[in-house]
């Protein structure tokens, strides 16, 4: 097995700064510096005392990190080096200047134009279709799971990720139930398991929150999930305009991006 463990201790290799980029269940990410090549970095740091409440073991962050440095794309969040002390687990990851793309998607709004939404849209499937390639299945796919690197979009958390070879079905029922697909939510009586164009699914509902200023196509405005419209798959592009929403405004972009969009969202690829 791929030896992933950093010899070194994390201290030795990078100045941890002060400035907190992120907190998470049972983790903070830190800004921190490469003390040879001055290069910034974003240092995961995991609690190791915490992490068996979530689930979480120490053979799966060791997976995670094999699966990212698998990994060498543009659109794929580096793992320089991983850590270990007596208290926790260090990951120092790429750094990325942008922060998440989810919060970029609402900042835009319904102001983004389709050339960029394009570019992005490109950018997510590049990810993904780098990944299937080595047999990875991320079942996380969302805007909030890519950073932003300048105009560079890179995937990120690798938590749910897995390896599947020889045509394997996954039966696990996991991942953030407004990005899950059909086949999904159907587990465990009414699906026989589910595989990579889980990830497109996720990526054509995360197209579609591009083309509507962060609106989701299966939840409504009070935070609940449509489960009827999302396991059929329909995808509304109407979009109303002038005061107070009312009135039927031109259809928002083109009919080949919307066609694109509903192709990815497929209720049974």
Known sequence: MQQVMSGEKVEDLYFIQKVKLGQGAFGTVWRAV??????????????????????????????????????????????????????????????????????????????LKEREAAEWVGQICESIAHLHCHKICHRDIKPDNFMVAGDVLKLSDFGLALVLKGGRMLTEKCGTPA?????????????????????????????????????????????????????????????KTGFFGFGNGAPRFSEEARALCQAMVQADP
Request: aromatic share 10%; with cysteine; proline share 4%.
């Open 179 to 239: 990005f899950m697909a059909p086949e999904q939510h159907k587990l465990p009586r009414q699906s026989k398991g589910y595989s990579f164009p889980v990830d497109m699914w996720a990526a054509g509902v995360s197209m579609y929150m591009l083309m509507f200023g962060g609106k989701h196509p299966f939840v409504s405005d009070s935070g609940n999930l449509d489960e009827k419209t999302m396991l059929k798959g329909t995808l509304d592009f109407r979009v």
């Open 34 to 111: 490469n003390r040879e090549t001055q290069v910034p970095a974003a240092m995961k740091q995991l609690d190791k005392r915490t992490m068996p409440s979530r689930n979480v073991r120490k053979e799966d962050i060791e997976r995670e990190v094999r699966m990212m440095k698998a990994c060498n794309h543009v659109n794929i969040t580096q793992c320089f080096h991983f850590f270990e002390d007596a208290r926790y687990l260090y990951l120092a990851l790429e750094y990325c200047d942008g922060g998440d793309f989810g919060d970029k998607v609402k900042e835009r709004g319904m102001n």
